[in-house]
């Protein structure tokens, strides 16, 4: 069995994440987390918002999942967010057909390919129907859009979609949270919720769902204003796997510092430096094994057309004597202007997707002022007086030295005039600018939430022995451990169950998260509490009420170790070391 | 401006919450939170999470939103979850049936009657549509299904909704949900999450929208097991606006504790009073008015037709001079056994939604085991005789006196045919039985996060005046406020600002959500404060720097009064008031 099998079974036996709807067959591509796996997932949520948000002092918003037409219209998911899928024409099987050629041939990233090379690929390589083996030469490749449909409203409705990026509802309310940020850049808008992708092939777990959550970040900033502040970052190290290292195929990685990431232009973008920074620290927290873990660059066919740099964090979810396998757990990328200028246009509101830039010191410009007599033109041209003069007007502006000497010559549809240069007054007014409307530029790291529980589970999960007996457990940090202490009696009797429930109830009224359990014998519980990832269990024992002050034995997980507590000490020495 | 306009005003300038894709002109029925909104939202949820899920011992799940169609066959929501619905003939507009006929007629709960009987109402009283003043006599009255649809997966997909309950998340897991909880009854899971209606008529703000969040409990019980534990709750005193009140209409309450509404049979089912008292407790506490709260019993017309009694929490949203208006907040009900009933028959898994009920003691019955002999019927019988044994089998279980005189007479396809009662064989057997599979009956609390966020602004919205000067001040409760702490610089000179920026950071590390604010005289940064229902506001000013050790002033909200106290103190003193 591999280890995404243990994982997911162990997923499945203690409550993490299954199938959801299974006792009507599920439906490919849902999962539901169970109690300790939504609670894990709250607590790699809420240390992301301490880390991210409130860290850096951006604001968390939270829009509908349900957006409407003009929006994808706008972020270009309407028209580009597709993947190339083919009918099995004997079958009716539907297959991603570029992850078919990726599969049966030697080509890598298909996904930049057309349909039509798809197709040519396909009947190259005799490719067949992975379901029924039906060949599928001459069969049509289509592009199919990832969005769910919906219709909102009575009746015909109006088209809205499920988002399939949390951060279209940040770039949709600019004009909103602009104001919240007293129109000051940079500010950092974040948010946390469900995405959706309609995935032709979705697998099984938490790596490829239907629905998803992302934590997403967007900093505006003033991209000649605005740098990051390395103090705090500038010496954490990276393991960047570049596009130079990626060609050369010898899977070695660049270790730099931020710092000397920016300096040597490994990383072109100095803000994605610093994000890596603070997310390499916050991978390491939550428990991601460095060891397999990486910043990957995107390879320019990669990545979208308005991003100029672009980096993923991957972690590597194969088990100990399976093939490296790298799953995208992140990616940062500098997205420019693209957005909100797409959004200006699109919604009509230009100027509110833009943000007005103080100068230092207001700015004198010279500014030529047209005056055209209208006394003139009116009785000469008559109806086409007002067209004439607006001709007039641009082109003199442009190069006022038309009006200088002799006649202005106008062409209007088809027709030229010569309007006599008295009719037009030429002057230079110097005008005062305190600023400039300028639109923010975006840096966005984004989340996906559910592989981050997944590389969790898979690089928490062990198999040891201990006392001679195979155990299996789950290496959890303390910051996202679903259950931070688990409370026994030996026995629920002779006053020991309702002592233990006492203490867990106490532990618990001072913030921690804590169970009682009180079924099956102790070795069971221990191991039950491992399969979770509890770094600590607190047993009242006999000795416990004898003891004076009373004691309780406290056990940690990895090592397995037991230590003799005070109670009246038990929740700071508990505290101490969550 | 009435309360909800002025709310509503703050509500956007404040970064509470505001119509979704205003620059492209929205779409009815969806809001953002803002930063503020967002928070607050969040502290609701968190302490509806401790109070409902944590407090109680239930475990929290996470489903997915978008679910297949199956799912609401079973929950019925697929034939029954339908407003009525009328289009006006001459300008298109869709209007709620039942409300028009509400609004413009002395009738009063439309929402029960027939598309027949709304299109007579509608003609009796000449209704007209609100838009554009057609009249609508004649025009048919439609049903129209609330659940928004979607398609999942390529090709044609299958049929799924965005679901419009999140219970249906739990019961659709039942047979998982119960291996967590060991079997054991009786157990509580709550899930807080988005649900979505395709609302025909939303209204503005947070009351009527498409997209919202609930928050919602599911308890199963033994019903003849289970009763609830009401030591903390007894004494708690509720208002309740019961159906016998409501038809005496003098608006009067019975007050009574959750004890004597048991024993008076106010309210019918013990565990509805039980979560009553917990909600009372729980809204008191996040600032609801208990001056402006009230639990509503449904009237029998009202509440689904599986639901045995049904309790609302209602809060009156009015201000202070205008007519009373409550609204739902929270619902009560009692499901019986009908949901999990119905999922084990739609999905074929009846066992799956049923729980092995173990008795105290093994319960020994007799019974009746009918032995044939095929070697007599076989040859007598030939092709008939195996359905001859079968009816022969059946009736001698139910009348064992049969088989004892003479032929017995099994009638098959119009003949009669007499057996030889030689061929039966019948014997008494005593058979142990350890148990039963029983179906769960279901308590359901559920709570919309929305309109409690409304409420709470509502309840806490105040207008006063200090200093002879008008303010508006939000008395957000400290469970719930989005900030709990601002620190200010008098100015951002002289080191008062970096003082002040250390403190706020030192705040923020001891867990307080803390904003720092320098812009502005320090009367409108309180005042900004006060609109937020910051509690705290702590001021660095020259005595600071001068003071040994260092002190700051620290304002508090409501009654705006100031109190000097030292830095190194600070902390506590904040704590110990939050």
Redesign the interface.
């Known amino acids: 069995m591999n280890l995404d099998n243990k994982v997911s079974q162990l997923a499945?036996r203690r409550?993490f994440y299954?199938q959801?709807?299974?006792?009507?067959g599920g439906?490919?591509?849902?999962?539901?987390?169970?109690?300790q796996?939504?609670?894990l997932?709250r607590n790699i949520e809420e240390s992301w918002r301490d880390t991210f948000s409130?860290g850096l002092g951006h604001?968390?918003?939270?829009?509908?999942?349900?957006?409407?037409e003009?929006?994808f219209q706008a972020s270009g998911h309407l028209d580009g967010f597709d993947d190339m899928?083919i009918?099995c024409p004997e079958c009716?099987t539907?297959t991603r057909a570029d992850h078919l050629v990726e599969d049966n041939t030697g080509v890598e990233e298909a996904e930049g390919f057309s349909t039509e090379q798809i197709e040519g690929l396909i009947k190259e390589h005799g490719l067949v129907c992975p379901e029924c083996n039906e060949h599928l030469a001459g069969v049509e490749v289509n592009d199919?859009n990832l969005m769910?449909?919906?219709?909102?409203?009575?009746?015909d409705?109006?088209n809205?979609y499920?988002r399939p990026e949390t951060v279209q509802?940040i770039f949709?309310?600019?004009?909103?949270?602009k104001q919240?940020a007293?129109n000051q850049l940079p500010f950092g808008?974040t948010q946390i919720g469900?995405a959706?992708r309609?995935e032709?092939s979705p697998r099984k777990g938490l790596v490829r769902t239907?629905?998803f959550t992302q934590a997403e970040l967007d900093l505006f900033i003033d991209p000649e204003e605005d740098r990051p502040d390395l103090t705090d970052v500038k010496d954490i190290e990276l393991k960047l796997y570049s596009v130079e290292e990626q060609k050369s195929d010898e899977g070695e990685y660049i270790v730099a510092t931020v710092e000397e990431a920016i300096e040597e232009e490994i990383i072109g973008v100095n803000w994605i430096a610093y994000y890596l920074g603070i997310a390499k620290e916050w991978y390491k927290e939550i428990g991601i094994d460095m060891d397999r873990f990486r910043f990957r660059q995107h390879q320019k066919g990669e990545r979208a057309h308005y991003a100029s740099d672009c980096w993923d964090a991957e972690a590597d979810i194969s088990g100990e004597d399976e093939e490296e396998e790298w799953l995208e757990i992140a990616g940062f990328s500098y997205r420019g202007c693209y957005d909100l200028k797409k959004?200006g246009q699109?919604?009509g509101?230009e100027r509110?997707?833009k943000i007005f830039k103080e100068y230092d010191e207001p700015v004198v410009q010279e500014e030529t002022k047209v005056d055209i007599d209208m006394g003139i033109l009116g009785p000469e041209y008559g109806d086409e007086a007002g067209e004439i003069a607006e001709i007039i007007e641009r082109e003199v502006r442009q190069a006022p030295s038309v009006a200088e000497d002799g006649p202005i010559f106008v062409h209007l549809d088809g027709e030229e005039h010569a309007v006599d240069n008295s009719a037009v007054e030429v002057s230079v007014e110097e005008v005062k600018k305190t600023g400039e409307e300028i639109t923010p530029e975006v840096v966005e790291p984004s989340f996906g939430v559910d592989r981050t529980v997944y590389t969790v589970l898979v690089h928490g999960y062990n198999e040891d022995v201990v006392d001679n007996e195979k155990r299996t457990v789950l290496h959890l940090s303390n910051e996202v451990a679903p259950v931070e202490v688990a409370v026994f009696p030996l026995m629920d009797k002779e006053g020991l169950g309702d002592r233990a429930r006492e203490i867990a109830s106490e532990l618990?009224d001072s913030g921690l998260?804590v169970e009682y359990d009180d079924?099956g014998n102790i070795g069971k519980r221990y191991r039950r509490q491992d399969e979770v990832g509890t770094p600590y269990c607190v047993t009242v024992d006999y000795e416990t009420l004898e003891d004076e002050p009373e004691t309780v034995t406290v056990r940690e997980r990895d090592s397995t170790e037991q230590e003799r507590v005070k109670i009246n000490e038990l929740e700071e020495y508990l505290s101490s070391k969550l």
């Open positions: 499945k409550g299954f959801s709807a299974e006792a009507y439906v490919a591509g849902f999962q539901t987390f169970g109690p796996g939504a609670e997932k409130r604001k968390e918003i939270e829009g509908p999942t349900v957006m409407p003009p929006v899928i009918e009716g539907n199919f769910f449909k919906t219709s909102i409203g009575p009746g409705g109006t809205g499920l509802g949709t309310e600019f004009p909103r949270l919240y007293r808008v469900k959706y309609n032709i239907r629905e959004h699109h919604s509101n509110e997707f618990r998260n079924s």
